[in-house]
Nanobody, 119 residues
Framework: QVQLVESGGGLVQTGGSLRLSCAAS????????MGWFRQAPGKEREFVAR????????YYGDSVKGRFTISRDNAKSTVYLQMNSLKPEDTAVYYC????????????WGQGTQVTVSS
């Protein structure tokens, strides 16, 4: 069982930056693929980024590529999402997720943290 708790959301102006954190419980954190998703009001949940267990492989959604960076610290059981050059369309609730491998579904989810980008 893995529990995920996001933090770091807030209100920021266009062009600003935020760093989200996702703290995980469970002894097997280092073996999980971790991801970030977001959901804006009235829209479907959108994939943002994912990082493999070793941190050596990352993948981003087209809308955030070049602006967001996902990273992880297995010693701290924490995954991060550095968000730069934020735009109003980045406004959403951001969720952290975990899965055991790239072929398995995202099994564990956090409660989400709100990010609001003002124009």
């Amino acid at each position: 069982q893995v529990q995920l708790v996001e933090s770091g959301g807030g209100l920021v102006q266009t062009g600003g930056s935020l760093r989200l954190s996702c703290a995980a419980s469970g002894r097997t954190f280092s073996s999980y693929t971790m991801g970030w998703f977001r959901q804006a009001p009235g829209k479907e949940r959108e994939f943002v980024a994912r990082i493999m267990w070793s941190g050596s492989s990352t993948y981003y959604g087209d809308s955030v590529k070049g602006r967001f960076t996902i990273s992880r610290d297995n010693a701290k059981s924490t995954v991060y999402l550095q968000m730069n050059s934020l735009k109003p369309e980045d406004t959403a609730v951001y969720y952290c997720a975990a899965r055991t491998s790239s072929i398995n579904p995202w099994r564990y989810w956090g409660q989400g943290t709100q990010v609001t980008v003002s124009s």
